[in-house]
């Protein structure tokens, strides 16, 4: 092997992400919403204040590798395990060897990865132990918490949610092997700067696949005849990552033009437009999640209520996406791009919502009227809240005339439907009830 390294013999064998696993916070790369400077979580590692805690976020952006740290910053026992292969009686034993470290004095780290994969009798296992201070819990999870940790469990944990690393902290990351004697840092290494941003959109915020993918790259590259020197060309590039170079500068500005073309074809009703520019993108290392997010966005902006299903749409794509990523999902997203785009178009809900702001800033002070409060004291209902309420469902026309709009605002109109598609029937509805205002007020 051409490289050569002054690390274990053992260790070059292993992968570049394994063997740059920072050690420290100083070489932890990402997360400056939690690990800035006087952040909740920094500030609780320094002071070694750890709690049990639960790290949300996709995959490879240093949840394992946070948990170690901790550790070791806290001077904490640390043990690995993992949801995947260990049930009951695993979580017993290591419980056991917790509470033994306990009454020597000593603190133990228990790192669960996947957490989310226990079931609940496996969760309550630990409930007791975290109770008592045997252990402080650090559960990893790609998955909501909310959804897929016990609440008993969740309440005892405080959740950081971790986030999917940017391209600039992913080149920061490679630079830092290309440099590291870990690394490529005994290698002569020729990869511009604009290779390592393709290589950055390509791992999609997962610092373990930009990592793999360099070395992959690195060591697929063509070697000097001296071996000092590696040069990685593009063509070795495409080859590694299957990916043509129609990806996104390093400044970011051809991933704002190409969503907002996406964002106009769709808009102009153009599907093959639409679609050509939705391939640009996930062809380009985009993540489709951010895109399927964009998506749910046009369809109650751009499409709203001249056909409500586009938000079904949007949203069911959104989830498939979450459930199955690239490239399966590139078929979900063209799904709903090509909805967006035929579905018929209105800005109504838009315009309402950004002409209401207006009126909410400039008069935030106006108060609520008294007949649509709440009252569920003595004191509020003497005050008279809720006097004068009158309940819709009491009616026969499920319509009263009381009034909903502070004083002020009385004759603000902010929904004005058209009549494109299902917004048609809307707009019929809006009439009769305004005709019924006229008549009964």
């Known amino acids: ?35 800035g400077e006087g952040k909740v979580l920094r500030q609780l590692i320094d002071r070694d204040q750890v709690s049990s805690m639960i790290f949300w976020g996709p995959p490879g952006v240093g949840k394992t590798t946070l948990a170690r740290i901790i550790a070791r910053r806290t001077k904490a026992n640390f043990i690995d395990f993992s949801a995947v292969t260990s049930g009951i009686k695993e979580i017993k034993e290591v419980m056991g060897r917790a509470e033994g470290n306990r009454l020597m004095g000593e603190k133990t780290i228990l790192f669960v990865d996947e957490i989310h994969r226990f079931n609940k009798a496996q969760q309550d296992a630990f409930l007791p132990f975290v109770e008592k201070g045997s252990i402080i819990l650090i559960g990893a999870t790609t998955e909501n918490p909310s959804f897929e940790i016990n609440s008993a469990l969740l309440s005892r944990c405080k959740v950081f949610v971790l986030q999917a690393l940017t391209a600039d902290d992913l080149v920061e990351l490679m630079t830092n092997a ?5 690394g490529f840092g005994h290698q002569t290494v020729n990869i511009s700067e604009d290779m390592l941003h393709i290589i950055a959109n390509f791992a999609n915020g997962d610092a373990r696949t930009a990592l793999n993918t360099m070395e992959m790259v690195v060591l697929n590259g063509d070697i000097s005849e001296d071996g000092t020197t590696i040069t990685v060309t593009m063509e070795t590039l495409e080859q590694c990552t299957s990916k043509k170079s129609l990806l996104y500068d390093k400044n970011g500005e051809e991933h704002y033009n190409l969503i907002s073309a996406l964002h106009k074809s769709m808009r102009n009703s153009d599907v093959n437009a639409a679609i ?18 964009r998506v749910v966005r046009f369809a109650s902006e751009d499409v709203g209520m001249a056909d409500s299903r586009a938000l079904e749409i949007a949203v069911a794509a959104y989830q498939a996406c979450h459930f199955i990523g690239m490239p399966e999902c590139s078929v979900h997203l063209t799904h709903a791009v090509t909805y967006m785009a035929l579905a018929p178009k209105s800005n109504a809900l838009y315009m309402a919502y950004e002409t209401a702001k207006k009126d909410a800033i400039k008069r935030m002070a106006e108060p609520v009227p008294l007949q649509i409060r709440n009252a569920p004291t003595k004191l509020m209902k003497e005050l008279e809240y809720g006097a004068g309420y009158q309940y819709a469902h009491d009616t026969e026309d499920k319509i009263t005339n009381m009034k909903c709009l502070p004083e002020a605002l009385q004759d603000r109109k902010y929904y004005r439907p058209t009549n494109q598609g299902t917004e048609a029937k809307v707009r019929e509805r809006l009439a009769a009830i305004e005709e019924w205002h006229k008549k009964n007020d």
């Open 1 to 35: 092997m051409y490289q050569q390294t002054m690390f274990d013999d053992r260790e070059k064998y292993n992968p570049l992400a394994s063997r740059l696993r920072p050690e420290s916070l100083t070489e932890f790369v990402g997360q400056k919403h939690l690990l």
């Open 178 to 182: 290309l440099n590291s004697p870990k």
């Open 276 to 293: 050509y520019w939705l391939a640009r993108m996930l062809e380009g290392g985009e993540d489709p999640l951010y895109v399927a997010r």
